[in-house]
């Protein structure tokens, strides 16, 4: 017998949490999410303020088989002038019929909290958060704050009669198999800028609250355009960005300025997925915290979290700026792998830059839709 569980008690909510380590135990390609940061999410996140989600679990014979979440974002739906649902954080066996009871259940929860659009997911709250389904790339294991699934998924998402909304690419470089070119010409595209007043410098740590405010306003600006975006509110930032300092490496962290005032970032992230992997069930304690803590330096690899600049000040050389400056660190700390993204499938300006400094289009996800 299946049976559907709204989560609401701290054990419930664990075992939803914990469900993906017992479904890919024996997949050397996933990497479990840290347990405190998943529950925080799920319970703390300023998200929750304004919007509100509901997690299910199936159970089968007392043994979990799927979870999901049903997501309602006012802010979404007011931004963009829609009356959408979401489903995230969905997870299945391999049975067609425990997936469409999770994907019932959770439309069921938001027909009742009045939603009439497209039902949309796999989307964990927006797309400011982890998103999209992987449907190309199995054979390497994501990188960080990026989504993990198995091949299966797309059959029981496609089943359920979704269909796709938009592919996200994530792009990858090899060694130094890149295009230079940013780097050789850093100097003099420095100076180019300088000629207008606009000066790349890092982000400056003691001084990160009033930072964050400043990359807030880029933030919400230099991707408004992008399908699904959802500008970030004051509370929802500075929970991002403080979670991001924990992490943060700032030779890696990058502003562009003109006169005091902020017109452009670049932020690559050390991809910790590489340690977070060998943490058992994401737990930090006893052991997992030392793991992270003695092994930083071992970490390889980045991913270009977040690149952007604003409308007026585009084209002017600050992108390649920006990548030049982080190509250069990855030169000089020694790191072997980069990964960037994602990007939008139809973003033919950013996607033809990352082309022609040789990025390696090596997974494809894909967010999903039907009419609720």
Request: with cysteine; charged share 25%; glycine share 6%.
């Amino acid at each position: 017998m299946k049976k559907i569980v709204p989560v609401y008690s701290k054990n419930e909510l664990a075992a939803f949490i914990d469900f993906p380590h017992d479904l890919y135990k024996d997949d050397p390609n996933y990497v479990p999410e840290l347990f405190i940061a998943q529950r925080d999410l799920l319970t703390k996140h300023p998200f929750h303020k304004h919007n509100s989600l509901q997690c299910f679990l199936v159970y089968e014979n007392d043994r979990v088989t799927g979870r999901i979440a049903a997501i309602l974002n006012n802010s979404h739906n007011e931004y963009n002038h829609v009356n959408d649902g979401f489903f995230g954080f969905f997870d299945c066996i391999n049975d067609q019929e425990t997936a469409n009871l999770l994907f019932r259940t959770a439309a069921d929860w938001l027909k009742n909290k009045g939603i009439t659009g497209k039902y949309i997911g796999p989307v964990n709250f927006s797309t400011n958060e982890a998103c999209g389904l992987l449907i190309k790339g199995f054979d390497t294991p994501p990188v960080l704050m990026f989504t993990y699934n198995a091949p299966y998924y797309a059959d029981l998402i496609e089943k359920a009669e979704f269909e796709k909304q938009i592919d996200l690419i994530a792009w990858n470089w090899k060694g130094q198999a890149y295009d230079d070119k940013s780097v050789r010409l850093l100097d003099s595209l420095q100076e180019r800028l300088k000629r207008s007043n606009i000066i790349i410098r890092k982000v400056n740590l003691k001084n990160f609250k009033h930072e964050t405010k400043l990359l807030q306003e880029v933030y919400n600006n230099a991707w408004d355009k992008n399908t699904g975006f959802v500008p970030l509110n004051d509370e929802e930032f500075k929970y991002l960005a403080n979670d991001l300092k924990l992490i943060l490496d700032p030779d890696f962290c990058l502003i562009a300025e003109q006169e005091g005032k902020i017109v452009g970032f670049g932020v690559a992230l050390p991809d910790y997925n590489q340690l977070f992997k060998t943490i058992k069930k994401g737990r930090l304690f006893p052991t997992g915290i030392f793991k992270l803590l003695l092994n930083r330096k071992k970490i390889t690899g980045i991913r270009i979290y977040a690149l952007g600049v604003i409308e007026g000040y585009r084209k002017l050389g600050i992108e390649a700026c920006l990548y030049g400056t982080i190509i250069k660190e990855y030169k000089r700390k020694g790191f072997t792998t980069a990964d960037a993204g994602w990007t939008l499938e139809n973003n033919d300006l950013i996607n033809k830059a990352i082309i022609a400094i040789k990025g390696d289009p090596y997974k494809t996800y894909r967010i999903y839709e039907k009419a609720i």
